[in-house]
């Protein structure tokens, strides 16, 4: 489908994921959440989607994400939101069945046809990695938003946890970083052609392959890079047993992320995973912010024993994706995150 420019970011304050809360904000009121023997695994544990068991072999993993545009091609920025969806349920090593529309439609400013658009890019995606569009809900609101409620499957002792890495571990990330500043580009008319295709490329390619691949290694750990930003969920990777240790020098960065970042051009929502980030991570500062930028359907961070990573990176090579190794696992010290040079 050919990029359209249908102006859907002119009318949202803020684009994709960098609409999210602040993660900090969140901890404080979500202590109510009920428990349960057949919970393997919820928003309790900061995971990515909930593991509900039926029986020895199936468990049930759900959840649910919207966002408001980051681009301005209706397709597009369906087929992102889907994608970003999905990833959510990959996270955790599983397979997506189905999924529920869920649209905010501003109908002041759009019409119809937008809408449609929008659920075609949607229906690519799910139909890409096997999965049905089984209905949905839709109501007026002031702003567009768009996501999906998905519904997948796991056996519930092969769903990868995002807090189980072990020292020693190397974590690797399958996608490149700066959708959120690409985006504020984007919304503020600055980005250049060239920067576009790359990042409507990046967000719209599924975690399926990447997740399948770390499950075949036998990844100990998994999770996937969204609107509280690198560190924000490395910091979710964290365990009583390890700190992390981020090469700042070798985290990937999609085209032109520099220079929009020199620029000034840097999401709201970069600084309030920073203020949260800092708890962990003290020597962040606003020359590394970019490790803070919120990721809209970005990639997986997988953590995996040293010994496997040469071949794994080999095989994500074989699917197209362009992974690096950015962080190792250590023994638990005072400080949770450390940057440094490689």
């Not at 489908?1 to 904000?25: D, E, I, W």
């Not at 009121?29 to 029986?55: R, T, W």
């Not at 955790?92 to 119809?112: P, Q, Y």
């Amino acid at each position: 489908m050919k990029y359209k420019n249908q102006k859907l970011t002119h009318y949202v304050k803020a684009a994709g994921c960098a609409a999210k809360l602040s993660p900090g904000g969140l901890k404080t009121i979500l202590n109510f959440m009920q428990k349960s023997p057949a919970l393997l695994s919820g928003i309790g544990n900061n995971e990515d989607a909930s593991v509900y068991k039926l029986n020895d072999e199936l468990a049930l993993v759900q959840t649910l994400d919207f966002i408001t545009p980051i681009v301005d091609s209706a397709y597009h920025f369906g087929s992102i939101a889907a994608a970003n969806s999905l990833s959510d349920v990959f996270a955790m090593g599983a397979e997506a069945i189905n999924a529920l529309n869920i649209v905010g439609f501003d109908k002041c400013n759009h019409d119809l046809e937008i809408l449609k658009e929008l659920l075609e890019g949607a229906n690519d995606k799910v139909s890409e990695c096997g999965a049905l569009v089984v209905g949905g809900h839709t109501i007026e609101s002031s702003e567009l938003f768009f996501g999906l409620s998905v519904t997948g499957v796991v056996n519930p002792k092969e769903f990868i946890a995002n807090n189980t890495a072990k020292v020693g571990d190397l974590i690797v990330l399958t996608k490149p970083l700066g959708v959120g500043i690409l985006s504020t580009a984007l919304k503020g008319g600055l980005l250049q052609e060239k920067h576009l295709e790359p990042m409507l490329k990046s967000m719209q390619t599924l975690n399926l392959k990447a997740s399948r691949v770390a499950k075949k290694f036998g990844a100990s750990a998994m999770s996937d890079v969204t609107g509280f930003g690198l560190l924000g969920h490395l910091s979710e990777m964290l365990n009583d047993l390890i700190s992390i240790e981020v090469f700042k020098d070798k985290v990937p960065f999609l085209e032109g992320v520099k220079e929009y970042f020199d620029m000034g051009l840097i999401p709201g929502g970069a600084y309030r995973n920073c203020d949260f980030v800092k708890e962990f991570c003290p020597e962040l500062n606003d020359e590394n912010l970019a490790l803070c930028d919120p990721q809209t359907s970005g990639g997986l961070l997988v953590a995996l024993k040293e010994d496997k990573i040469k071949d794994f990176l080999k095989a994500l090579e074989d699917e197209g994706s362009c992974a690096k190794v950015i962080a190792q696992c250590l023994d638990r010290k005072e400080v949770k995150i450390s940057l440094k040079n490689s």
